[in-house]
């Protein structure tokens, strides 16, 4: 499992402090409530005198991993006991066959449209987790094409349809200030298509700016309309699609103490760059990513907990799936569902390419 932080220092504490952290965080994740040491002596399954973890828990909160809500009350997790927790799971649970049956009926329906494909599983992982669900549509640039087609709309517009290998299909209007004929833009699809067929859009798009900049003369008519319309139909400064489920599950969970933490979380979804920068950091790794509390750079986010997972074709990696809930939310049971589902999600896309 990837670990997103480097894992807490815990070196020097013995084997009996780290078990009374790892019963704290477990206690509390069942229970949303506050630890105390009388109650932690009976679940612990190790023979620990209350006196002695009261001594513990005083230590451990001195080093940041617990705190207090208030005095008289028990010890909770902090940010920084979540991120040993994680990082000491050295595999998580495995997923029920009856969670993965669940998963692969949905995510894993051939003859499906990617989108409905997408949006079917994003409601089951916000079903079966009982947190927000977010899944993004593979990001365009880092797709490989399939074929483009332009279609002429009038004299000046012309629909431009973007196919990849994925199954993603994007349509866009582009003007042009000559008045091409269908059978001439007919030509330059087919150009383009022979030229870039499963190149990614992005490598199709520096090639055609690279292609402006040399000498125009040497181009024939065919060739000059497909660099100027190749140019326009590539360029993509549209935000990843992405469909997120879950919210109203969440605003009623019990285990936010806050609602006003709901509420950022919420608002910091509907920040174009918040989705971006969580597919950019996806798309750079290749494993399970899991931010905690203030890990997260979004402030919406920083009281919250995110396990994200990409998927895609072989080794390029398309878009993300993700879950993201409250800190004490159970690790063990949430990292492999999201992992199994972006596996999932990635035989399917591998099903679509052969299909077309």
């Known amino acids: 499992m990837k670990r997103t932080k480097p894992g807490s220092d815990i070196e020097g504490i013995d084997e009996r402090t780290k078990k009374v952290l790892t019963g704290i965080i477990d206690s509390y994740i069942q229970s949303s409530e506050p630890v105390g040491s009388r109650t932690l002596s009976k679940t612990l399954g190790v ?13 451990l909160s001195d080093m940041g991993y617990l705190k207090q809500t208030h005095t008289s009350a028990g010890r909770i997790p902090t940010d920084k006991a979540y991120r040993f927790y994680v990082d000491s799971l050295a595999v998580a649970n495995d997923l029920p066959k009856t969670i993965q049956t669940k998963i692969h009926e949905v995510s894993g329906q051939s003859g499906t449209r990617l989108e409905e494909l997408l949006v079917n599983t994003t409601r089951v992982i916000a079903n079966l987790t009982e947190f927000i669900c977010v899944v993004t549509a593979p990001k365009a640039e880092a797709s490989l094409l399939q074929r483009i087609e332009f279609i002429r709309m009038n004299s000046r517009e012309i629909l431009v349809i973007l196919i990849t290998k994925s199954g993603l299909v994007r349509n866009k209007i582009i003007e042009s200030t000559e008045g091409l004929s269908q059978n001439f833009l007919n030509s330059v699809a087919q150009f383009l298509n022979e030229q870039f067929q499963n190149s990614s859009l992005l490598e199709i798009r520096n090639k055609i700016l690279q292609s402006m900049l040399e000498d125009k003369e040497r181009y024939d008519t065919l060739l000059a309309q497909a660099v100027r319309l190749g140019k326009k139909a590539f360029e993509m400064d549209a935000p990843p699609e992405f469909f997120m489920e879950g919210q109203i599950d969440l605003m009623l969970s019990s285990k936010f103490k806050k609602q006003e933490t709901i509420r950022e979380l919420l608002g910091a979804f509907e920040e174009k760059n918040t989705i971006i920068g969580l597919v950019d950091h996806t798309l750079s790794a290749n494993r399970i990513q899991i931010y905690i509390g203030v890990e997260n750079e979004y402030e919406g986010l920083q009281e919250c907990s995110m ?12 878009g993300m799936v993700g879950v993201v809930g409250p800190t004490c939310m159970d690790y063990q049971r949430i990292i492999p569902v999201v992992d199994y589902t ?6 399917s896309l591998s099903e679509h390419a052969q299909i077309e």
Request: no cysteine.
């Open 47 to 59: 023979e620990i005198s209350p006196a002695t973890i009261r001594n513990i828990m005083g230590d």
């Open 307 to 318: 396990v994200t997972a990409g998927y895609g074709l072989e080794n390029n990696i398309l």
């Open 342 to 347: 972006a596996k999932i999600l990635s035989e």
